[in-house]
């Protein structure tokens, strides 16, 4: 159970770094603002035509009596929109780092150098483009699963008192855990690491990796905080594969900020 704590920490950590590094946290709001605008405005327009398209996917109902064809329609149009804000909450991480890869990937390493002992950072050694096909790859895969997590957590949804106690609280794990892949991705991808060696690892560290992902997930639901945390959650989820990869880290005695954090590679 102390892994929740720890990994609560990863994340306070996380945004503590970035609060100290101004430039590196401006230069990280980048990738979130541009992905923010993309799906204000994917949403925006499903608000507007979606009843239009629901009309037009249901001819079948145009037969129907008043006014259970409106009531149909609706019900229809309510569940698109839902299901468009859980996809949306599932895969605003996965398209901001997507987006972003080159601002996160030099965010992250600062990060490694700031707290490495010798000052240096892990590299791929791959290209660019490369780094950007292995990153696009494997974010399609996560949004995946998620993808179909979402759904089947959104059809438990309707199973009664279940539906209203017991999935909400699984999908902010299942959300915590996605969240967390796609942000130690960053760090752990520069190390070699490929998803499904990146998977076992998670789930070696289920506590750590829930402590930091669901509470940032439940802060991601918050209009306009997932942009402003990004930038100290990559820098928190880069700490965070450092201890999942049993890497040593320095942390400065006079820094009040770092004094207290817990030593990486330890066990809980």
Do not use: C
């Not at 064809?69 to 605003?92: D, K, S």
């Not at 991705?185 to 930091?212: E, N, P, T």
């Not at 991601?220 to 880290?249: I, K, S």
């Amino acid at each position: 159970m102390r892994d929740l704590g720890v990994g609560f920490s990863y994340l306070v950590q996380g945004q503590r770094w970035v609060s100290r590094h101004g430039k590196q946290y401006e230069f990280g709001l980048v990738p979130g603002l541009i992905t923010l605008v993309l799906y204000a405005a994917a949403l925006v327009t499903l608000a507007v035509y979606g009843e239009a398209f629901v009309t037009w996917a249901t001819p079948f109902a145009d037969d129907w009596t008043s006014p259970w064809a409106g009531l149909f329609r609706g019900f229809l149009t309510v569940v698109l929109f839902a299901l468009a804000l859980l996809l949306a909450v599932l895969t605003f991480t996965a398209v901001t780092l997507l987006i972003g890869q080159p601002f996160y990937e030099k965010l992250s390493e600062k990060v490694d150098r700031d707290v490495s002992p010798d000052g240096t950072a892990p590299e791929s050694g791959l290209p660019l483009w490369r780094e950007l096909w292995l990153s696009a790859r494997d974010s399609l895969r996560i949004v995946a699963r998620a993808a179909l997590w979402g759904v089947l957590l959104f059809g438990l949804g309707f199973v009664p008192f279940v539906g209203q106690t017991i999935v909400p609280v699984i999908g902010f794990f299942v959300t915590g855990f996605f969240l967390t892949e796609e942000l130690t991705a960053v760090a752990l991808q520069r190390r070699g690491v490929d998803l499904r060696a990146r998977l076992s690892l998670l789930r070696s560290r289920k506590m750590l990796v829930w402590g930091f992902g669901t509470p940032l997930g439940l802060a991601f639901l918050v209009p306009f905080v997932a942009v402003f945390l990004m930038p100290g959650a990559v820098a928190g989820a880069t700490l965070m594969a450092r201890d999942l990869r049993g890497e040593e880290t320095q942390t400065t005695e006079d820094d009040p900020e770092t004094a207290d954090a817990p030593e990486e590679g330890a066990t809980p």
